[in-house]
């Protein structure tokens, strides 16, 4: 099983940045893609970015231009560069990885949700 752990959230106020951290072992040797979500209390989880073996990368529409999703494989990590942030990006941030199909290992489809961090936004 390929588990993601999230760090770097912390509290920031607006036009802030952060960079949020996701570590998986074996998540480049098994050619996971990967994919950050988030979520506030009470709502649903919101897909926020992805980075695909390849390096392709995708974002919603609510963060693309401030947001940037890189990866370095040798350390099997992923980070998020919130730039900009607003008080509506506050929310508990998950990584998670992503089977891709045939090219990745079905294990990168097996992880589970991990503890999250915590970005607060203030005004």
């Known amino acids: 099983q390929v588990q993601a752990v999230e760090s770097g959230g912390g509290s920031v106020q607006a036009g802030g940045s952060l960079r949020l951290s996701c570590t998986a072992p074996?998540?480049?040797?098994?050619?996971?893609?990967m994919d950050w979500y988030r979520q506030v209390a009470g709502k649903q989880r919101e897909w926020v970015s992805s980075i695909l073996a390849d390096g392709s990368t995708a974002y919603a529409a609510s963060v693309k231009g401030r947001f940037t999703i890189s990866k370095d494989n040798p350390t099997d990590t992923v980070y998020l560069e919130m730039n900009d942030l607003i008080p509506e990006d506050t929310a508990t941030y998950f990584c998670?990885?992503?089977?891709?199909?045939?090219?990745?290992?079905?294990?990168?489809?097996?992880?589970?949700w991990g503890q999250g961090t915590q970005v607060t936004v203030s005004s």
């Open positions: 998670k990885t992503k089977y891709e199909g045939w090219s990745s290992d079905p294990r990168c489809g097996e992880s589970s």
């Open positions: 074996k998540f480049t040797a098994y050619r996971c893609g």
